[in-house]
């Protein structure tokens, strides 16, 4: 209502947004939507289409009724449940070759054909095969990040509640370097079966590295060495990859590790390996007072997209 009331718009401006917020506690997703296309909610095979009409959280674009009484729509979410916002550049994609525009049940349709093929299909492959679509429908090429022939910008952004409790776990016990280097092959070969079976895009180099690096820092360097001790590995492949290494050695300041680029420390073989796993990760914490290693790395990996996600961040900032 603010902005409605000021002065910065004429008669004839307007704009269209959704805004949209999880409480991650209850896991209530509460939306307002002003004039903007319906989002997608899916659950299992089951797509709706957000706001619905008539009901809270669905207004005209702003600053058309300066008088609006705003409400928000709620929903609850599950673990599994994905969800899909885009601009109408989407759907009006075929309006130059086809002179037509998108309906919602027709993008509707297009993601439930997808759905009822493979039901779990992570949220990021299901949007990327919309794009691909309906640019096919609509004879003009789009490709994420470096390519747009049709006459609008287009805006996609897809969320998935994931669950975090679906790992895999392997508990390694080595005796000494060469039992766990028999180990890290076996568990290598599976997880890159795993990963390629999975569509995922990471360099044979890249896994390699992450897991001989994150396990043999732990038992290295958090346990000691110590034939007692385990190594915990878990694993869960979703819309991206996610590893978890835990030892049980007695932690450390993971917030003072050196640079191992630094002159003062080229010649240092020590932290070299944390240096190795941020190089092949997108996101790298640590828990349990530096016992447990946690990272992930995207499934699809573009370098063309790393470069606009930096120069977007720096636009951002000096905005």
């Known amino acids: 209502n603010e902005i409605c009331r000021s002065d910065i718009f004429t008669p004839r401006d307007f704009f269209t947004s959704v805004n949209a917020e999880i409480a991650h506690g209850t896991l209530e997703l509460r939306y307002i939507s002003n004039g903007h296309p319906r989002f997608f909610l899916i659950r299992g095979k089951e797509i709706e289409g957000l706001p619905e009409h008539g009901k809270p959280g669905r207004h005209l674009p702003i600053p058309l009724n300066p008088e609006t009484a705003y409400s928000a729509g709620s929903f609850r979410l599950q673990k599994g449940d994905r ?7 989407l759907t009006d994609m075929p309006k130059a070759n086809q002179k037509k525009v998108i309906s919602f049940q027709e993008l509707k349709e297009i993601a439930g054909d997808m759905i009822r093929h493979d039901p779990k299909m992570p949220v990021s492959d299901l949007m990327r ?19 747009n022939a049709s006459d609008d910008d287009i805006t996609m952004i897809c969320l998935e509640i994931e ?8 508990m390694l016990f080595p005796q000494n370097l060469n039992d766990l280097s028999e180990t890290l092959s076996v568990l290598y070969e599976d997880i890159r079966y795993e990963l390629e079976l999975r569509g995922h895009t990471i360099s044979e180099l890249g896994l390699r590295s992450l897991l001989t690096e994150s ?38 300041d993971f917030t003072s590790v050196p640079n191992p680029k630094s002159e003062e420390n080229l010649t240092s073989a020590s932290g070299r390996g944390l240096y190795i796993i941020r190089r092949y990760s997108d ?37």
Request: hydrophobic content about 35%.
């Open 83 to 89: 969800l899909i916002f885009y601009t109408d550049g």
């Open 129 to 147: 095969g919309m794009l691909k679509t309906v640019s096919e429908i609509s004879g003009v090429e789009v490709v994420p990040f470096s390519r």
């Open 163 to 170: 669950d975090q409790t679906a790992y895999q776990e392997n």
């Open 215 to 252: 396990i043999v820092n732990a038992w290295m360097h958090g346990n000691r060495q110590e034939p007692g001790k385990s190594v915990r590995v878990r694993r869960r492949c979703g819309n991206d990859f996610h590893l978890e290494v835990t030892d049980e050695g007695q932690g450390f």
């Open 283 to 319: 996101t790298m914490e640590w828990g349990d007072g530096g016992r447990r290693l946690m990272l992930s790395v995207r499934k699809h990996h573009e370098d063309i997209e790393q470069a606009h996600v930096r120069r977007t961040e720096k636009l951002m900032r000096l905005w």
